[in-house]
């Protein structure tokens, strides 16, 4: 695969969730239903492609420690949030209406350990790791020193409100289009590989 396309491929696909989550709340209620599912798909796979770029950051970064850490709390973090959505699209799945998924989501958070793991706690070890990569890369030079205040708001926006996602989004999309090219520039060649 292209080293480039998961820089672009994951704030698009965040972007694609934000906006068709905005579609699915125009009723008054969002889920179940194919708005609900497909939005909570282009979330994974955006999730997927987040893989990709935390290596390759780490990579930019110079693979010490720092960034192994930031790299492996961010999958960590990846997981929760893969998990938490995987559990929406389930309760979805399962649910007749919105009333239907309230009970649903009630019993779930009523498990020991799964509100903080999957809700509260785990899902912020991928947005603090990603921002940490960022600010690893700024100190180093390897992006500009704007790039790190980009990805900030990104992760702020939706805690000033959810329907703000796409705009984010769009900062991630910005923040990342620079480093897409110098992740294609430093590349090993595939035949280095052998």
């Keep these: ?3 480039r396309i998961p820089f672009v491929a994951a704030p698009l696909l965040v972007l694609t969730y934000g906006v068709i989550r905005i579609f699915d709340g125009l009723d008054g209620s969002r889920g179940p239903g194919l708005a609900w599912t497909s939005g909570h798909l282009a ?16 990579r ?3 693979r010490n420690t720092l960034s192994t850490v930031s790299t492996s709390v961010g999958i960590l973090g990846i997981l929760a949030v893969g998990t938490q ?17 309230s009970v649903y989501f009630d019993q779930i958070k009523s498990v020991p350990g799964v509100p903080f793991l999957v809700y509260d706690g785990g899902p912020f ?6 921002l940490a990569l960022v600010v690893q890369l700024a100190a180093a030079g390897r992006v500009k ?16 409100n959810k329907d703000f996602i796409p705009l984010g989004a769009v900062c991630l999309l910005v923040s990342f289009v620079p480093l897409a090219g110098q992740v294609a520039r430093t590349a ?5 590989l052998a």
């Design 85 to 101: 959505f995987a559990i929406d699209i389930a309760v979805g799945f399962m649910s007749a209406d919105h009333a239907g998924m």
């Design 125 to 130: 070890l991928f947005y603090l790791a990603q």
């Design 1 to 3: 695969m292209n080293p």
């Design 145 to 160: 020193v704007w790039t790190p205040f980009l990805v900030l708001l990104d992760l702020l926006l939706p805690f000033l």
């Design 43 to 58: 979330f994974i796979a955006a999730l997927a492609f987040f893989v990709p770029v935390f290596l390759q950051m780490r």
């Design 188 to 192: 090993r060649p595939a035949h280095a």
């Design 60 to 62: 930019l970064a110079g």
